[in-house]
């Protein structure tokens, strides 16, 4: 993640959780494993929330450029790990314009 975009409550919160599972279980643990996929999702969240909140409106861009934009979403999502739930909710919201 890029040192310019700070980490929102949740990544921050999962990476408490990610150390504690390390301290108290081992970092090959199950319940470590699982702490490691909820921080890497939430950061991955936070850094997309950033990044769609600086990016100018999709309407502003000419149709080749949606285009473009549509398919590299469908790479990305096509190559991502599953998400938590939680974190699946909390994507919806951002595509959809909602609160982080």
């Not at 502003?60 to 473009?68: A, L, T």
């Amino acid at each position: 993640m890029s040192r310019s975009i700070s980490a929102s409550p949740e990544a921050r919160r999962a990476r408490g959780k990610l150390a504690a599972a390390t301290r108290d279980h081992g970092a090959e643990h199950p319940i470590t494993c699982a702490a490691r996929r909820e921080f890497r999702a939430e950061r991955y969240i936070s850094t997309l929330g950033a990044i769609v909140d600086t990016a100018p409106p999709v309407d502003q861009f000419g149709p080749d450029q949606r285009d473009r934009l549509a398919a590299r979403i469908a790479e990305v999502v096509a190559a991502a790990p599953p998400l938590p739930e939680a974190s699946k909710a909390r994507l919806a919201a951002i595509i959809n314009g909602g609160a982080r």
